[in-house]
């Protein structure tokens, strides 16, 4: 079995604020913003209160993601606009002097919030997250457990794995299970977070509502270990091998 860093222990989730556009008015940004997600995009938003070089250096930083990334759209977004009020408020936009960066994900999951000159090009590519990863913070704030089989063009045993996940999802209320292929493109951000790209055997990773790595299983383990894991929380000062 793979024994995961202490680095991957706890699943890096900055912030998974629930951006509900239903409870804003339906100004410009808010209906562009609402119609990238109903496409399936991740939104990179550019929050800035003066137009200027830091916005346009900004807003240059958030194009550069489009390149190596399909299904991102780039908003920009001007604080000082009455419009804007209701986003401004709910995120606590109105004091900042320097344009910001947020993204949120297709289903209004708020990644990552920083001030642009605080976060570099490739930091910020590396923080888009993938379809798999948008899936697990959907789960954690439906209060429902990831149960993740991981696999590849290479690994053995997946039929066998996929078996075991599914009889531990039908055991158990308020989990999902999830599918990631480590060589797929999509997935590249959570392979390399996840230290799984490198794996012989077909793998299931168990992660808790908290956000939580609670156990990482093989076909040799039971569904009674998955269901323990499933219900199992761990401090957040944990150390390596913790959950296992």
């Known amino acids: 079995m793979k024994k995961f860093s202490s680095a991957t222990i706890m699943l890096v989730i900055a912030i998974f604020i629930n951006l509900n556009c239903a409870g804003m008015y339906k100004t410009d940004n808010i209906t562009k913003i609402s119609e990238a997600q109903a496409k399936g995009n991740t939104v990179i938003i550019v929050a800035y209160k003066k137009n200027n070089d830091d916005k346009q250096n900004a807003l240059k930083k958030a194009n550069s ?3 190596s990334n399909k299904n991102i759209s780039v908003i920009e977004l001007d604080i000082t606009s009455e419009e804007n009020k209701s986003f401004v408020k709910k995120f606590g936009l109105r004091n900042i002097d320097k344009p910001a960066i947020l993204i949120v994900d297709k289903y209004s999951n708020l990644i990552k919030g920083v001030l642009a000159n605080q ?14 990863y948008s899936e697990i913070i959907r789960n954690i704030n439906r209060k429902k457990v990831s149960i993740i089989v991981v696999y590849n063009s290479k690994t053995t045993q997946k039929d066998s794995v996929t078996k075991l996940a ?11 299970v999830i599918s990631v292929n480590t060589e797929s493109e999509k997935e590249k951000n959570l392979v390399n977070t996840l230290q799984i790209s490198n794996i012989k055997k077909a793998t299931i990773i168990v ?11 093989d076909k040799t383990n039971s569904v009674s270990d998955i269901v323990s894991a499933a219900t199992k929380a761990i401090s957040s000062g944990c150390g390596a091998g913790c959950g296992k």
């Open 207 to 217: 992660i808790n509502t908290q956000g939580q790595i609670t156990g990482v299983f």
């Open 65 to 67: 993601v489009l390149s």
């Open 166 to 176: 599914n009889s531990a999802h039908e055991k158990l209320k308020n989990t999902s």
């Open 119 to 132: 976060i570099t090009a490739d930091n910020l590519n590396n923080s888009i997250p993938t379809p798999t």
